[in-house]
């Protein structure tokens, strides 16, 4: 399957899911040529766990480096007027 970029990044997660579920490779392109590909490793990096199941429960934490230096509820509160 090929993508746009754009639409790669809207539906990212869509595109995961079927890269895992399916082993489906997906090739994103930008201004008409291939610029990256998103495949399944293999051998899945949690050997012995059950294929087709995602397990969110290891998740938790993830992205927090992100908020470093950030005031969250400042940006909550920012985010959250401008839709008001």
């Known amino acids: 399957?090929?993508?746009?970029?754009?639409?790669?990044?809207k539906r990212f997660g869509e595109l995961l899911n079927r890269v895992l579920l399916t082993d489906e490779e997906i090739t994103i392109e930008r201004a008409g040529k291939e610029v990256a590909k998103i495949t399944k490793i293999n051998p899945?990096?949690?050997?012995g766990k059950r294929e087709g199941k995602l397990d969110f429960r290891k998740s938790r934490g993830l992205g927090k480096e992100i908020w470093a230096g950030f005031d969250v509820d400042e940006y909550i509160s920012k985010e959250r007027s401008e839709w008001t």
Do not use: F, T
Not at 1 to 9: K, L
């Open 44 to 47: 899945p990096l949690q050997s």
């Open 1 to 9: 399957m090929n993508i746009s970029a754009v639409m790669a990044r």
